[in-house]
């Protein structure tokens, strides 16, 4: 693992990095660095956009916090597993709870689908993007997980590719020890969608329709049933210890 700054404040800005270049804040910035952090002019923050990696940054401003200049790159970019967390989504805090524990654990794609028994029907993405950007700031992350428009179960699952493997969790399962059924599965060496239900669980369809797709691995999370944004965490603790980036240098 690479050595962080921790102790430095991070900022997501939309704008190109390199050596020199000067990039504009918004009020939203600029109040943070400002007023929030108690930052001024000649204070030093690290900045990324998730394209061009980590960078150090200069305030410039009278009054207040208005641009920053680019001074040296601290990281190279870097590259997220290709995993997918496809769920259904949950409201408010846990659906952003959810999505911060997601990017934290290293997903490069968050897909909302809608099922039989999904809680909400609507979702706010712009929210899900702010929760995305907020997480790799507070934890290093420099790529950014790409967050998906909802989409229907069925249709995700006639649109995905065949070759990825479809790790669906169900707690109706046989398979009770998920990382000896996801060690069965690392010699693929497939990208990974990851499946996560709604509380009230999948429609007898919607699990049917799962069993027949192609590359599927069906597991349960252990003898206790969890809440939704708690099997997300579960499954992919596991997932990323066994077939992720957990294990590797």
Avoid at 51 to 76: H, S, V
Avoid at 78 to 87: G, K, N, S, T, W
């Amino acid at each position: 693992m690479p050595e962080l700054d921790f102790r430095a404040p991070r900022l997501f800005v939309e704008a190109p990095l390199r050596a020199g270049q000067t990039v504009e804040l918004d009020r939203n910035q600029s109040n943070y660095l400002g007023n929030v952090l108690r930052l001024a002019a000649g204070d030093t923050v690290l900045v990324f956009n998730g394209r061009d990696g980590e960078w150090r940054a200069e305030i410039g401003g009278r009054k207040r916090a208005d641009a920053l200049t680019i001074t040296a790159q601290t990281r190279p970019q870097d590259h997220l597993p290709d995993i997918a967390y496809v769920f259904a989504p949950l409201k408010h805090a846990r659906l952003d709870y959810m999505v911060q524990k997601a990017v934290e654990m290293g997903c490069a794609r968050l897909v909302p689908v809608l099922t039989r028994f999904t809680q909400v029907s609507r979702v706010n993405g712009e929210r899900m993007r702010a929760n995305v950007i907020e997480a790799a700031e507070q934890c290093g992350i420099i790529a950014l997980a790409e967050v998906v428009e909802p989409i229907p179960l069925e249709r995700f699952l006639t649109g995905r590719d065949p070759a990825r493997l479809l790790v669906f969790c169900d707690e109706a399962a046989e398979v009770r020890d998920p990382v000896q059924a996801l060690q069965a599965a690392a010699a693929t060496k497939a990208a990974i969608d990851v499946l996560i239900g709604p509380e009230g669980g999948f429609a007898e369809e919607e699990r049917a329709l799962l069993m027949r797709q192609p590359n599927i691995l069906r597991l349960a999370l252990g003898p206790r049933i969890l809440r939704a944004d708690t099997a997300a965490v579960a499954a992919l603790a596991v997932v990323q210890a066994v077939l992720g980036d957990w294990g590797s240098a």
